[in-house]
């Protein structure tokens, strides 16, 4: 077994959910070395690999592709990059984080190499043998991967957390590669998309996908302002701020903030939804939280479903009371 | 320019899904089968570019057993002008549906395909990126936002990704494929519906245009989700902090 890990990174560190990834190749058999693959160009890229070299202790190779075609994650160069590392190093399994990266380029570099991949694997059963969620979460299939190598997954981060004692200082750090690109030979697609730019909320609360609480407002929430009270909960728990389709599609918070199957799948320590009805969607999204918390006025709410604890009352009145009387948590 | 729309026929959204006793699958006998959302979605948008002028013909594409001309026809009743059905009567994998799209698009010749970002039935989110991959064309996921330029043959297309909204600009002709916040759909109107009985559908088999079907993944078993245990209904925030404090030590 070789798995080779496509890594995302950000300001000269590899991203919490490539590390996932990393822990999902470790659970697909003992006998596995793992490659992590990098690509980018400047310092920061050089900072990352020094990063992914000691992130994870079972990573026994760090490969990195320095180029200008790598300056931005495009689907066009990643996939002949995979293509390129994959011809050499001959994997078992491919495998990357489920998320807008993962999902934007894993099935480009499979279809040039005639693979089926799997998408969002949350259990790994065996090294051919996967469970992944289908119908918005509403049922699990389990399924045989029996197509040539390399096996191609994405894997829900949520789902491979990293233990914490898994960052050992005392493991010695993977060797670094640079990735021989004189091979790379200028695919036809590579060029013909151009990066612009990137808007986004900057925001000092953590991140969404991997917070350990998460507080999500709903449509109840009535406007842009009122939702600030969602906020300032989230402030005072050290929390991640959510938001239900409904909510983004009024307007009250953007998009990214969205959680259920087409927005983010988050599994916090914590979930507190306020105003939230519970739509099958939404619920997709969280369900794998430990502690669901549901605050609405409407007893009958699909939420109550699957909440741990629920409380039928005006959240209007309950977040300030809640404001006032939890313990601050920053 | 020819627009080429691929859509498919899943369990309508609104339907709660039945595991089948025998784990072999789910339920579809005597179910109600829509077009997938973001088809529509997808549809929509290329309907929208040909009213603006950019573009000549919309055609629908569908495979799959007979019933999928059901989903063809409400496609059709949408505007799209023309339709291909591809008959299979199997399982279609993604890998499968894209090289049949890619022998459509030799024929055809489109200058943009829109796909859905994915199927809300089996959730792969993989085929437009294989098609891309397989004709060598940039593509563009998830869109919430496609500007057409004509004069200089791109798409700008803005892209709902993890950390916001990511912009690009695609050299034509290129995979395009839609998330919820591209449009809202336009329903078919009575008229439009029978106009649609009209239309042309072409039937084609993977036969017919050199695909072999196979498949590399195989069904184990599917199953309900592990059920979460029965909560509790709290009566004051007093007892909700207790709750979270003493019994669930979250905070």
């Given at each position: 077994?070789?798995?080779?890990?496509?890594?995302?990174?950000?300001?000269?560190?590899?991203?919490?959910s490539?590390?996932?990834?990393?822990?999902?190749?470790?659970?697909?058999?003992?006998?596995?070395?793992?490659?992590?693959?990098?690509?980018?160009?400047?310092?920061?890229?050089?900072?990352?690999?020094?990063?992914?070299?000691?992130?994870?202790?079972?990573?026994?190779?760090?490969?990195v592709a320095?180029?200008?075609?790598?300056?931005?994650?495009?689907?066009?160069?990643?996939?002949?990059?995979?293509?390129v590392?994959?011809?050499?190093?001959?994997?078992?399994h491919?495998?990357?984080?489920?998320?807008?990266?993962?999902?934007?380029?894993?099935?480009?570099?499979?279809?040039?190499?005639?693979?089926?991949?799997?998408?969002?694997?949350?259990?790994?059963?065996?090294?051919?043998?996967?469970?992944?969620?289908?119908?918005?979460?509403?049922?699990?299939?389990?399924?045989?991967?029996?197509?040539?190598?390399?096996?191609?997954?994405?894997?829900?981060?949520?789902?491979?957390?990293?233990?914490?004692?898994?960052?050992?200082?005392?493991?010695?750090?993977?060797?670094i590669?640079?990735?021989?690109?004189?091979?790379?030979?200028?695919?036809?697609?590579?060029?013909?998309?151009?990066?612009?730019?990137?808007?986004?909320?900057?925001?000092?609360?953590?991140?969404?996908?991997?917070?350990?609480?998460?507080?999500?407002?709903?449509?109840a929430?009535?406007?842009?302002?009122?939702?600030?009270m969602?906020?300032?909960?989230?402030?005072?728990?050290?929390?991640?701020?959510?938001?239900?389709?409904?909510?983004?599609?009024?307007?009250?918070?953007?998009n990214?903030?969205?959680?259920?199957?087409?927005?983010?799948?988050?599994?916090?320590?914590?979930?507190?939804?306020?105003?939230?009805?519970?739509?099958?969607?939404?619920?997709?999204?969280?369900?794998?939280?430990?502690?669901?918390?549901?605050?609405?006025?409407?007893?009958?709410?699909?939420?109550?479903?699957?909440?741990?604890?629920?409380?039928?009352?005006?959240?209007?009145?309950?977040?300030?009371?809640?404001?006032?009387?939890?313990p601050?948590?920053? | 320019?020819?627009?080429?729309?691929?859509?498919?026929?899943?369990?309508?959204y609104?339907?709660?899904?039945?595991?089948?006793p025998?784990?072999?699958?789910?339920?579809?006998?005597?179910?109600?089968?829509?077009?997938?959302?973001?088809?529509?979605?997808?549809?929509?948008?290329?309907?929208?570019?040909?009213?603006?002028?950019?573009?000549?013909?919309?055609?629908?594409?569908?495979?799959?057993?007979?019933?999928?001309?059901?989903?063809?026809?409400?496609?059709?009743?949408?505007?799209?002008?023309?339709?291909?059905?591809?008959?299979?009567?199997?399982?279609?994998?993604?890998?499968?549906?894209?090289?049949?799209?890619?022998?459509?698009?030799?024929?055809?010749?489109?200058?943009?395909?829109?796909?859905?970002?994915?199927?809300?039935?089996?959730?792969?989110?993989?085929?437009?990126?294989?098609?891309?991959g397989?004709?060598?064309?940039?593509?563009?996921?998830?869109?919430?936002?496609?500007?057409?330029?004509?004069?200089?043959?791109?798409?700008?297309?803005?892209?709902?990704?993890?950390?916001?909204?990511?912009?690009?600009?695609?050299?034509?002709?290129?995979?395009?494929t839609?998330?919820?916040?591209?449009?809202?759909?336009?329903?078919?109107?009575?008229?439009?519906?029978?106009?649609a009985?009209?239309k042309?559908?072409?039937?084609?088999?993977?036969?017919?245009?050199?695909?072999?079907?196979?498949?590399?993944?195989?069904?184990?078993?599917?199953?309900?989700?592990?059920?979460?245990?029965?909560?509790?209904?709290?009566?004051?925030?007093?007892?909700?902090?207790?709750?979270?404090?003493?019994?669930?030590?979250?905070?």
């Open positions: 077994l070789s798995t080779l890990v496509l890594a995302e990174h950000e300001g000269g560190s590899i991203k919490a490539s590390i996932s990834a990393v822990e999902a190749a470790k659970s697909i058999g003992n006998e596995n070395s793992v490659s992590l693959l990098l690509a980018g160009s400047g310092p920061s890229l050089k900072e990352a690999a020094e990063h992914a070299a000691s992130c994870h202790p079972s990573i026994s190779q760090v490969l320095e180029s200008d075609n790598f300056t931005y994650p495009l689907a066009e160069p990643w996939a002949k990059l995979i293509h590392v994959h011809q050499k190093g001959d994997y078992s491919i495998i990357a984080a489920s998320g807008s990266f993962g999902k934007n380029i894993v099935p480009r570099a499979a279809a040039l190499l005639d693979i089926s991949p799997v998408t969002d694997v949350t259990e790994i059963s065996d090294s051919n043998i996967f469970v992944r969620p289908i119908y918005a979460g509403n049922a699990l299939c389990t399924v045989r991967y029996t197509g040539s190598s390399p096996c191609m997954l994405t894997v829900r981060s949520t789902s491979f957390s990293v233990a914490s004692t898994s960052a050992d200082s005392n493991s010695k750090p993977a060797s590669d640079q990735v021989d690109l004189s091979n790379f030979s200028e695919d036809d697609a590579v060029g013909k998309s151009r990066y612009i730019k990137l808007s986004s909320q900057e925001t000092e609360r953590p991140d969404l996908g991997n917070a350990r609480v998460v507080i999500t407002g709903g449509r929430l009535k406007s842009a302002e009122n939702f600030k969602i906020e300032k909960l989230a402030e005072k728990l050290g929390a991640a701020v959510g938001a239900t389709r409904a909510a983004v599609d009024a307007g009250y918070v953007p990214d903030l969205q959680v259920g199957q087409t927005g983010k799948i988050v599994a916090p320590e914590l979930y507190m939804a306020f105003g939230v009805s519970g739509a099958i969607q939404h619920i997709a999204g969280m369900r794998d939280a430990k502690v669901i918390v549901a605050v609405n006025k409407d007893a009958d709410a699909p939420i109550f479903q699957v909440a741990d604890y629920g409380l039928v009352g005006d959240l209007f009145e309950v977040i300030p009371e809640l404001l006032e009387k939890l601050d948590k920053k | 320019m020819k627009i080429m729309v691929a859509i498919k026929r899943v369990i309508d609104a339907v709660k899904i039945r595991v089948k025998d784990k072999s699958g789910v339920e579809t006998n005597n179910v109600k089968m829509s077009m997938n959302p973001f088809c529509e979605i997808a549809l929509e948008e290329a309907l929208r570019i040909k009213e603006s002028g950019l573009a000549s013909e919309v055609i629908a594409v569908s495979m799959g057993p007979t019933q999928v001309v059901d989903t063809i026809r409400t496609g059709l009743a949408m505007g799209a002008d023309r339709a291909i059905h591809v008959d299979y009567p199997g399982t279609l994998y993604p890998l499968s549906v894209a090289k049949i799209l890619k022998a459509l698009v030799e024929i055809e010749k489109p200058g943009l395909i829109f796909l859905g970002k994915q199927a809300i039935d089996d959730d792969c989110n993989q085929t437009g990126q294989m098609i891309a397989l004709l060598k064309w940039p593509q563009g996921t998830f869109a919430s936002k496609v500007v057409l330029d004509k004069e200089k043959q791109t798409a700008v297309v803005d892209r709902e990704v993890d950390g916001g909204l990511e912009t690009l600009c695609l050299d034509l002709p290129a995979v395009i839609a998330d919820l916040r591209l449009n809202q759909p336009r329903y078919a109107t009575l008229p439009n519906i029978m106009k009985k009209s042309v559908i072409k039937k084609l088999t993977p036969e017919d245009l050199k695909v072999e079907i196979k498949s590399d993944i195989e069904v184990v078993k599917v199953t309900e989700p592990p059920k979460r245990k029965t909560g509790v209904l709290v009566s004051s925030v007093d007892e909700l902090i207790d709750k979270l404090k003493n019994e669930a030590r979250v905070v």
